[in-house]
């Protein structure tokens, strides 16, 4: 039988705040983290998104010394308290998951000729040495799935005897080629993102970072990892499947590893871009998956969409509704705008809780599932 795996502690950075508990007071109060903002790219073109505040972030980074990008600022501080909380020595049997999608590109325009300051493994390793970890990071970078399947990752490393610990860092920052790259596929809402409404326009852009301890050890664990499970359907470079092939088979090897039926899933923590096509395409599957009536939310319209790191964040958030026995309300949502009838969460309510879903999917045909419950 595999060998149990739990998360334990948890953190973030995002505009609503620099841990979970902020965080989750903000979403409470359904407060947004999305705004206009302008002169962010070199066209000075507005643009809504959920950009983390650079003087606030500052004051909160005391490190001197070695130069840190902003997104470095945002990993490190995310981080930082997992590890002292965790109270282990970093040898070799503890690991360092790193989940991003494009990483320090921004070190790209002042010296476009040289590509080591935005290589990943380089930004990776730097977290790495910040802390002294004696092992070699490991890179997850999966489109947008990343963040969730760096926990899979971890989970499995674990269970084969790797690792006994893995702590999972994901961070992803708004930048002008990040910008460029999702108005080049008319992506872009020109208004905060709205998921699943009849009125959605597209995603709206966000950054943010999440760190969370993946350990075998049961003491002060928050949830044990039930199942997970990845398919890819290879569909299109960009246009999610829209039958919901992968997202589907992804939900089925989760359940079946947790050895759970659909009734015995309490909340739904989804993806919900807000694009016209992924939506749809969510809602296809979980009607597939026999789905359809449970609790649904896409905290897209808190944080806008962090890219590698939504999905770390997203569960650090879903871990709090089960702790906290409270359902959040899918900011944005309004109207119903995809073909298959799905339940989602119109108000905060208090509601018992055991298990939830957490589901990505991503460019190039990638998603990911993880069933996660509450530890008593």
Avoid: W
């Amino acid at each position: 039988m595999p060998k149990p795996v739990y998360i334990a502690q948890t953190n973030c950075i995002t505009p609503l705040g620099f841990d979970v508990d902020s965080n989750v007071e903000q979403i409470l109060d359904k407060v947004s983290g999305i705004a206009l903002h302008q002169n962010l790219t070199k066209s000075g073109t507005a643009f809504h998104a959920a950009i983390v505040d650079e003087q606030k972030l500052d004051q909160a980074f005391q490190s001197a010394g070695t130069h840190f990008t902003k997104l470095e600022k945002m990993l490190l501080l995310a981080l930082q308290p997992v590890i002292q909380d965790a109270g282990i020595a970093l040898d070799r049997e503890v690991a360092l998951i790193f989940s991003t999608t494009k990483g320090n590109i921004t070190e790209l325009e002042e010296n476009y000729t040289n590509v080591e300051p935005a290589q990943l493994s380089g930004l990776a390793q730097k977290i790495a040495d910040f802390f002294g970890f004696k092992t070699q990071p490991i890179v997850i970078s999966n489109a947008c799935v990343s963040g969730i399947m760096a926990v899979s990752v971890a989970k499995r490393l674990i269970q084969a005897e790797v690792y006994k610990h893995v702590f999972v860092v994901a961070g992803d920052a708004v930048t002008e080629f990040v910008v460029s790259g999702f108005n080049s596929f008319q992506a872009m809402s020109d208004a905060p993102c709205k998921p699943y409404s009849k009125n959605r326009t597209g995603v709206t852009l966000g950054e943010a970072a999440a760190a969370v301890l993946v350990t075998s050890d049961p003491a002060n664990a928050k949830v044990k990892i039930l199942g997970d499970g990845s398919v890819n359907d290879a569909n299109h470079i960009s246009g999610p499947s829209r039958t919901g092939e992968g997202l589907f088979r992804s939900v089925a090897s989760a359940m079946e590893e947790a050895k759970i039926a659909p009734g015995q899933i309490d909340y739904i923590s989804a993806h919900g871009t807000a694009t016209p096509f992924n939506d749809e395409m969510e809602s296809i599957a979980f009607s597939r998956s026999g789905l359809s009536t449970v609790p649904l939310n896409s905290l897209k319209g808190y944080y806008g969409h962090t890219l590698g790191a939504s999905g770390l964040l997203e569960t650090v958030i879903g871990i709090e509704s089960l702790l906290r026995n409270q359902l959040f309300v899918s900011l944005g949502y309004d109207e119903s705008g995809v073909s298959e009838p799905i339940n989602i969460i119109e108000e905060n309510q208090d509601k018992p809780l055991t298990r939830f879903l957490k589901t990505a999917s991503g460019f190039g045909g990638c998603n990911t599932a993880v069933v996660f419950e509450k530890v008593n």
